[in-house]
């Protein structure tokens, strides 16, 4: 068995010309297996390979670097930390791999030697980056391959949505205000990036507190909760007027109502503080409303001087909820020869409301019901009852089983609130409270590693790998089945993996890979801060709502149908409902509805001609080019290019020297300056073929009154005129993209980026996919069966 | 003088600190230097994407100098504020790390430190001057410090040329490698400072009490485990121990503080779509919550860096970044002046507030020090020296005002940190590059 070489340099056999693009696309691809941070222990391997490194060195490269490089990289004078005349063999350069991969990649976009100096030919330029790539990235897939170290993750927004969920069977909304997840290689579900500011820390006990009262329902007679609002809080109608210091006056028919949450079905107390310039023969009154419907009366004999609380009971039901307090009998008499008797006006300085008193029985939410199972009796203490309760939901939200001494400890909560007079139910949502706040809940810890034996590799036990089929498929928690599975010691066999990957690709919940990986992939979650001018183009959030919309449904269809991947990138087919295809200018699509249209008679195919990428690759006045050559290789190439120099302003100087050129012409002249050229020809000409579509996708031939030049070359000189030649050309690299897709999804599998020794595990993701027609279900069956994904190296103790 | 060490290291955030002996010994709370009637607060704007610099930095030093056409807006403060010219933040450049200016700028602004490049592993960079500064009087109040912000971090995709979206999002670090999440909802943030208004003391103190036994619990419960840990899981598991405590003592500060009716202020329950309305609710915030002592350090983004919103209230249709890599363009740079000036005036709002606050003879103002900036200067060549800086506020009275501080070669950001920290009593000695303390502004 051959040992692999940089897997973006076994591209599969293409034609001669195109084959150059690739070269190019491959050499931009070295900037994505850099090396570990921790070089591996040096193994007491390959000694004969390594004396073969060092003849080849001495013999072909060393020569070659001196003529051509150690003027200027020396040690005496090593230029950018770089000098090659101490260079002896393959250790010295792996011993510096961040400098030497840089070294690479410079003399691989023939940036160096400068354009001034003596240039190798290409032969020998080919005998200095093979024997580099070698030297760095040299990679024996026979062997144990390094399965990687995960930081613990914590869980982000939409994990922790989605377990809630799965975890109590209600749709709660608790993530709404948490600090968004910051975003790394591509996406927030990297463990290292994770972090848990006092923010989010606050958010988290907040959102127990409140998902534990939603799921399970207390009454505290002792102390209620109570909810009042006044002055602003109150939504004020009618003759009710705020005044200066904080009171309420109605002085005719007025109304103050204010909108609440209620998380408890039950009966409350309703109340104001009330009182009343009395006249007449009534006394002043006030109505109550809940959700503006009469709920009674009650007298306010008070004066405004002396105001009082009044109130009545109500039932109120789950939800938002109006409540209010109306002045109903005014009474005015300016005639009458009492002066104190002419005028009735209500004063009101607060409207409350207090419970609930007592729950209602027939009305508990379901979750209630299968969570409280036991109440505390003779028989049972509270400790045990709460134990009883616990045991079944903490081994779900812990996601494995719970030790006896641990569930103890949660359940003495729930006595700590009984022994305070509190009911039982009160006890448990304090016990759960702290469940959902716990770091065995908040993060997805992983066992622990041998601290003695830093590079030890184990196999996951069971449980942790159900957390990572779950997170990866569902982004939710494992289910009972594959906890069940974990527990009887049968998840780890590659049979029950295959099966289990299946049923979980077919369960609704995999909507989590739309929404978290999807989403992330393809960038589609940027498409909520784009604005495009609305001078330049009509666009409503509405539009960009459906814009989103198609991609994911065209993302999920691709999924649940088990299609080839490479129809992400070709399908002529999409989702459009009335408004969108409108846009698109497709006829026969009405109404609001999406549904499955045809685009075999449209020059449309695939995610690169939807309106979603399109526009969140164009900049708010008009499309840009660059943008969307350089998305296309980043998430459908996988050849991110290069930075740019860091002196670009030159182009700016460019620009200006060509006043009234079009945008084209101006961007044509990067091509002008090599180090600019080596990217932006591959990147322009790509970005270029999109342009029949406008900033907000839709079709067009003019721009400015011009006609639409929508022709280009790529580099190796494969020519193709307007999108749907340009995506069949990158169709027929179906290795290219497959290989950029896998990547992307194994990151996102793994929660972390990829190091040069995961090339093993993508080489064979991709052999196998090959051989099954590249179906989805496929390669998340290959990630799910990969060692990266099961087992786990050890990381030492802190130092 | 004493054997107890005077100066601790704070390893990794080249932050020397010489804790003073009162505080090691006795309760922060007594701390006598921290505690006065009017005590010094620190704030820290940042606006992304730099300035067109020949329209801000005034042409003449000293006291003489005249308001640009961007700085107009401040002219009603010239005897609050100074204009600081010649400062640089030089970890923010490449250093061999080549592109990513904008993630570096944002990170770097307050830190002072080189941010480890990185997507994804091993986010680094060092501990911000706020954070630094809350650390030595954030346990005096409620809050040891608020982040404020307009836009959540990125959801997605690349930030900055290979930098982690943490590091364009975040100017304010608790340690170097915690970002403090801000905040963007002003509703919220009101609330996280003085609670929401609506619960009676009862229901605090209730759940409260059982908040402290919850994280007893889960403290305990994880204690085990963290020493089976490998040094990065630690880590994690480290940040979320730090926010437990700190939750633990904003419930003790909260038994000390209770009662206290919270400030009025009418604010929407979701975030403005109205940027303008947005920034000034959460400068509206920030002035309460310095002026009720409920924090007393604040940053505040008015923009991610790179950020690329448009500014139509100001006929601006294009992004800021597209528009900041102008290429000297005359049309471009108007049209960045137009961001700049409305940004300006925003800030003139926050100062105008702050100096409506009467405390004692002067005005809350007078006691404090904000640092009005960006972390680029020309975006469009990417500079991070001679950065857009203005220090607004007479640092109780420690500070001289009225002066446009102009120096010839570049002097690094973190003198002046210095000089800010040592009015907050913090006792740092060194930040990052610094070579000694910005004594221009001493009065």
Not at chain 1, 56 to 61: A, D, K, L, R
Not at chain 1, 265 to 273: E, N, P
Request: hydrophobic fraction near 35%; charge should be negative.
């Amino acid at each position: 068995m051959p040992t692999m070489r940089d897997p973006a340099h076994r591209f599969l056999p293409l034609s001669l010309a195109f084959s150059q693009l690739l070269i190019l696309v491959a050499v931009l691809t070295c900037t994505r297996w850099l090396p570990a941070q921790q070089d591996q222990p040096v193994k007491p391997r390959q000694a004969r390979a390594e004396a073969k490194e060092t003849e080849t060195f001495q013999q072909e490269v060393k020569p070659l670097l001196m003529k051509f490089c150690s003027e200027c990289h020396n040690e005496d004078e090593p230029t950018e930390g770089v000098a090659v005349d101490g260079v002896s063999n393959g250790s010295a350069v792996r011993v510096d791999r961040k400098t030497w991969t840089r070294v690479l990649q410079r003399v691989e976009f023939h940036a160096m030697p400068p354009k001034s100096e003596p240039q190798p030919t290409d032969e020998q330029r080919a005998t200095i980056v093979s024997w580099l790539e070698n030297a760095l990235f040299h990679l024996d897939c026979e062997k144990q391959t390094d399965p990687g170290r995960v930081t613990v993750r914590r869980l982000n927004r939409l994990e922790y949505h989605n377990t809630i969920r799965d975890l109590f069977g209600v749709e709660l909304d608790p993530t709404r205000d948490f600090p968004s997840d910051d975003v790394g290689e591509g996406f927030d579900n990297i463990g290292d990036v994770l972090s848990l500011p006092p923010l989010l820390f606050e958010k988290y006990i907040e959102a127990a507190e409140q998902i534990s009262q939603s799921v399970v329902l207390a009454v505290d007679k002792e102390n209620p909760d109570n909810q009042r609002f006044e002055k602003n809080q109150l939504r004020l109608t009618g003759a009710a007027k705020l005044v200066a210091d904080g009171t309420i006056v109605m002085t005719s028919r007025g109304t103050a109502e204010a909108t609440l949450s209620v998380a408890s079905a039950g009966t409350y107390r309703l109340l104001v503080q009330a009182g009343a310039q009395q006249a007449g023969d009534e006394v002043a009154k006030i109505e109550f409303t809940v959700d503006g419907k009469p709920v009674g009366q009650v007298d306010v004999p008070a004066s405004q001087r002396a105001m009082q609380e009044y109130g009545l009971e109500v039932t109120m039901a789950v939800g938002d909820r109006r409540i209010g307090a109306s002045f109903v009998n005014d009474y005015y008499q300016p005639k009458d020869p009492d002066p104190a008797n002419r005028d009735r006006n209500m004063f009101l300085r607060w409207i409350e409301l207090v419970g609930p008193q007592e729950l209602d029985p027939d009305n508990l939410p379901e979750s209630h019901r299968r969570i409280v199972t036991v109440q505390p009796g003779e028989e049972l203490s509270v400790v045990e009852a709460a134990s009883e309760v616990l045991a079944p939901l903490m081994r779900r939200a812990f996601r494995r089983p719970v030790p006896a001494e641990q569930l103890q400890g949660y359940a003495q909560l729930a006595e700590l609130a009984t022994e305070r007079g509190e009911s039982f139910e009160r006890g448990l949502q304090v016990a759960i409270t702290a469940m959902l706040v716990s770091p065995r809940f908040l993060f997805r810890l992983e066992g622990t590693d041998r601290l003695d034996d830093p590079a030890t590799i184990r196999q996951l036990d069971d449980f942790e790998l159900a957390s990572r089929l779950s997170y990866f498929i569902w982004s939710s928690m494992p289910d009972e089945r594959l906890l069940a599975l974990a527990g009887k010691g049968q998840l780890g066999r590659a049979s029950v993996l295959r099966e289990e990957v299946r049923r979980m690709l077919a369960d609704p919940r995999s909507r989590g890979l739309v929404d978290g990986f999807a989403s992330q992939w393809l960038n589609l979650r940027n498409l909520d801060e784009v604005s495009p001018d609305p001078d330049a183009f009509p666009f409503s959030d509405e539009l960009r709502a459906d814009m989103r919309q198609e991609t994911e449904m065209f993302f999920e269809a691709v999924m649940r149908d088990d299609r080839p991947i490479t129809e992400l990138l070709s399908g002529r087919y999409s989702f459009l409902n009335g408004r969108l295809a409108e846009h698109y200018g497709i006829d026969g699509v009405e109404g609001g509805e999406f549904r499955r249209v045809s685009l075999l008679d449209y020059p449309r195919a695939g995610v690169l001609t939807q309106a979603s990428i399109l526009t969140l690759t164009s900049d708010p006045t008009r499309t840009s080019p660059v943008k969307r050559g350089k998305w296309i290789m980043e998430n459908i190439l996988g050849t991110p290019p290069p930075d740019p120099p860091a002196d670009v302003p030159e182009i700016g100087a460019a620009r200006e020297a060509l006043p009234g050129a079009s945008f084209r012409e101006q961007l044509e002249l990067h091509r002008e300056s090599p180090r600019c050229a080596v990217c932006h020809v591959e990147m322009d000409a790509l970005g270029f073929g999109m342009e029949n579509f406008d900033g907000i996708g839709r079709w067009r031939t003019e721009l400015d009154s011009q006609p639409i030049d929508a022709s280009g070359t790529l580099p190796g000189g494969h020519s193709f005129e307007g999108p749907i030649q340009m995506i069949e050309i990158l169709g027929e690299n179906e290795p290219a993209f497959v290989r950029a897709f896998t990547r992307k999804l194994l990151v996102f599998a793994l929660g972390r980026g990829l190091k040069y020794y995961d090339r093993c595990t993508v080489d064979e993701i991709v052999k196998q996919l090959s051989s099954d027609s590249y179906t989805f279900s496929t390669i998340v069956e290959q990630i799910v069966l990969s060692d990266a994904f099961r087992k786990r190296r050890a990381e030492g103790a802190a130092k | 003088m004493s054997q107890l060490p005077r100066r601790t290291f704070i390893k990794g955030l080249g932050i020397t600190m010489g804790l003073p002996l009162l505080e090691v010994m006795q309760p922060l709370a007594s701390a006598s230097a921290a505690e006065s009637a009017h005590p010094v607060r620190m704030g820290f704007v940042f606006f992304p994407n730099g300035a067109i610099m020949q329209s801000w930095t005034p042409e003449k030093a000293g006291t003489e100098f005249e308001f640009t056409d961007t700085l107009k807006p401040l002219e009603e403060f010239r005897s609050e504020l100074n204009v600081l010219s010649g400062l640089g933040q030089d970890n923010g450049r490449a250093k061999g790390d080549g592109p990513g200016d904008h993630a570096r700028c944002a990170s770097t602004y307050l830190t002072g430190a080189h941010p480890y490049k990185t997507s994804g592993a091993d986010i680094r960079v060092g501990v911000s001057v706020d954070q630094a500064a809350a650390l030595q009087v954030g346990e005096l109040t409620r809050l040891p410090s608020i982040e404020l912000g307009i836009d959540r971090g990125r959801n997605a995709g690349n930030c900055d040329s290979g930098y982690s979206c943490a590091y364009s999002s975040n100017i304010s670090w608790k340690t170097e490698s915690t970002p403090m999440a801000k905040e963007i909802n002003p509703r919220l943030a009101f609330e996280r400072l003085f609670g929401n208004g609506r619960e009676a003391e009862a229901s605090r103190q209730k759940r409260d009490f059982y908040r402290k036994s919850i994280l007893d619990l889960v403290q305990n419960d994880v204690a085990g485990l963290r020493k089976q840990l490998g040094q990065t899981d630690r880590r994690k598991l480290d940040e979320y121990f730090d926010s437990v405590r700190g939750l633990e003592v904003r419930i003790a500060q909260a038994e000390k503080a209770a009662s206290q009716t919270p400030p009025e202020l009418e604010l929407p329950d979701g975030v403005p779509s109205d940027l303008k309305q947005h920034i000034r609710l959460m400068m509206d915030i920030l002035v309460v919550a310095f002026q009720s002592d409920a924090t007393r350090i604040g940053t505040f983004m008015l923009g991610n860096a790179g950020d690329n919103r448009p500014y139509r209230m100001v006929g601006v249709n294009e992004g800021h970044h597209s528009l900041s890599h102008h290429g000297n363009k005359a049309e471009k740079m108007d049209q960045i002046r137009k961001i700049d000036g409305f940004l300006a005036n925003q800030f003139a709002y926050f100062l105008g507030r702050l100096r409506d606050v009467k405390e004692g003879e002067g005005t809350l103002l007078d006691n404090s020090m904000i640092l009005y900036g960006s972390g680029l200067s020309d975006a469009n060549r990417h500079d991070h020296h001679n950065l857009p800086l203005v220090l607004a506020g007479k640092g109780g009275g420690t500070i001289r005002t009225g002066h446009h501080f102009r120096t010839d070669s570049e002097v690094p950001m973190n003198n002046l940190f210095l000089s800010m920290l040592d009015r907050m009593h913090s006792g740092v000695e060194k930040i990052g590059d610094s070579t000694g303390r910005f004594t221009d502004i001493d009065a």
